[in-house]
């Protein structure tokens, strides 16, 4: 392993955020702070030193759509009574990203959280659910407020729950 934690800053995370929150979308600082991630967070089974040590991130794969590949991104998630959460903000783009349109089509997602790998799927909350779990976010971390504000589409709020 390549030595990448160095990488791995709230700062780096913050230019990452920026980008993805673009018209043009994720980029080259996107990819490179994605792959950093991957690594570390395997190679530390699912523990990512440093200063984003105490965030809490999974890894989800999804099945693109168009090609049929798996894609791995590593995403923030949140527990909200039992319950496994993700964000598709983009940074409050203008777009829903990539792996969220991938699983809104084939909601069979791998999920790797900590040391654990499981087959799940994904469940895109809407209505009061959805409303009530987002505001849920946006109290213990209020940086998904902000994406919220700072676009005009309502950001996807997805349930993680193991295959049937």
């Known amino acids: 392993m390549s030595d990448t934690t160095h990488e791995l800053t709230r700062s780096g995370l913050n230019a990452m955020a920026a980008e993805v929150g673009t018209e043009a979308g994720p980029g080259a600082t996107t990819k490179e702070f994605n792959r950093a991630l991957i690594e570390t967070f395997r190679a530390n089974r699912g523990v990512v030193p440093g200063e984003l040590q105490s965030a809490n991130f999974l890894l989800l794969t999804t099945t693109s759509v168009k090609s ?17 959460l993700i964000i598709a903000s983009t940074g409050g783009g203008p777009r829903n990203p990539g792996w969220f349109d991938n699983l809104a089509k084939n909601p069979s997602v791998t999920v790797e959280l900590g040391a654990e790998t499981w087959e799940g799927r ?20 209020p940086t998904f407020g902000r994406y919220q504000e700072g676009t005009q589409r309502t950001i996807p709020v997805v349930e993680l729950l193991p295959a049937k």
């Open 122 to 141: 994904a469940v895109v909350l809407s209505g009061a659910e959805r409303d009530a779990l987002f505001a849920a976010v946006v109290k213990a971390t």
């Open 68 to 84: 049929g590949a798996k894609r791995t991104t590593p995403l923030v998630y949140h527990r909200i009574g039992g319950r496994l």
